[in-house]
């Protein structure tokens, strides 16, 4: 019953994100995300990704593994889209 319980919750966690980074590839708009938040959160899932592992909880690898590279492919976007947009800001 746990891992089953544990399994919705990892889904629907990661599941969240999927929205925003099909949006952000969508309209490539990124000036509501916050690069700290998402930084700071990335490395928690990084953490939490690797405590699954040493415990060898699927639910738990699994979904992090998955949130990471969604709120890292995230970070990448919002790196990208703020550069172009700096290059062709003259001020």
């Not at 990084?46 to 738990?60: A, H, K, Q, T």
């Not at 976007?77 to 003259?90: E, G, V």
Request: charged share 10%; glycine share 4%; aromatic share 10%.
């Amino acid at each position: 019953m746990e891992t089953l319980i544990g399994s919705i919750a990892a889904i629907l966690t990661t599941a969240a994100f999927l929205p925003q980074t099909l949006h952000i590839i969508r309209t490539r708009q990124t000036a509501g995300i916050s690069m700290v938040m998402y930084c700071i959160f990335a490395a928690g899932v990084c953490l939490w990704m690797v405590y699954g592992v040493m415990i060898m909880s699927w639910p738990v690898i699994i979904s992090n593994t998955l949130t990471l590279m969604f709120s890292l492919t995230i970070i990448a976007l919002k790196w990208r889209f703020q550069i172009k947009r700096d290059n062709r800001d003259p001020a």
